[in-house]
Every structure is written in C-alpha cells, then in structure tokens.
C-alpha cells in the first residue's frame, strides 16, 4: 500500500491550496483518512480526519479555514486550506487506514509529507 501526496507549495498569506493524497495498491477497504502537519521544532499535531461514510473530524489547527472531503471511488482525501497564515507553514501528512483483505485487521500507513510554505 502506497499513499502519494501532492499539492504543496509557495502560497502567499491568505491565499488558498488544496492538497491531494492517493492510496493504491492491495485494497479491500479504506476505513479512517486525514492529514497531520509538523513544523520545524514542534510535534505533529491533528489538522483533520474524515470517516469512509464522511464524518469529520477537525483539530484545532484545522478548525474554521481548512476542509477536509474525500472520494471513496478514488482511495482519495483532500484537504482544502484557504485563508492560509504564515504559521500554517509546515509539512503535511496524510493518513489511511487501510484493510487489505476482508478478514484481516486495517492498518496504518501515511504518505511521504508534502511542505507548504505560506510566505509572501
């Protein structure tokens, strides 16, 4: 199972992107899907998670600016970010729970982390 992300890049303060993140390989199902972000010298903290029936859930770095949607028919989650400010600058992670087969327990696997900078 693989997990590719894209999307990031230079975006100017109050300006808006949209990160992409693709699961592939052996699925039965994605269950669970977010993103986290890290910057330089903090933890990793929630930015948002979305359920396989669309429930969300938002940390408080998501909350007001950021949404998070998905498309089941593509294993893909999207995180859309707008009003973007310079402390928004971090690398972002996705996440999926995946369950390969029927009968086996799903598991964690996140994508390689794509940076936006928020700078003018």
């Known amino acids: 199972v693989q997990l590719q992300a894209s999307g990031g890049g230079l975006v100017q303060p109050g300006g808006s992107v949209r990160l992409s993140c693709a699961v592939s390989g052996t699925i039965y199902s994605v269950e669970v899907m977010g993103w986290y972000r890290q910057s330089p010298g903090k933890e990793r903290e929630l930015v948002a998670t979305?359920?396989?029936?669309?429930?969300?859930n938002y940390g408080d770095s998501g909350k007001g600016r950021f949404t998070i949607s998905r498309d089941n028919a593509k294993n893909t989650v999207y995180l859309e970010m707008n009003n973007l400010k310079p402390e928004d600058t971090a690398a972002y992670y996705c996440?999926?729970?995946?369950?390969?087969?029927?009968?086996?327990?799903?598991?964690?696997?996140w994508g390689q982390g794509t940076l936006v900078t928020v700078s003018s």
């Open positions: 996440y999926a729970n995946v369950r390969q087969w029927r009968f086996r327990a799903p598991r964690e696997y």
């Open positions: 979305i359920t396989s029936g669309g429930s969300t």
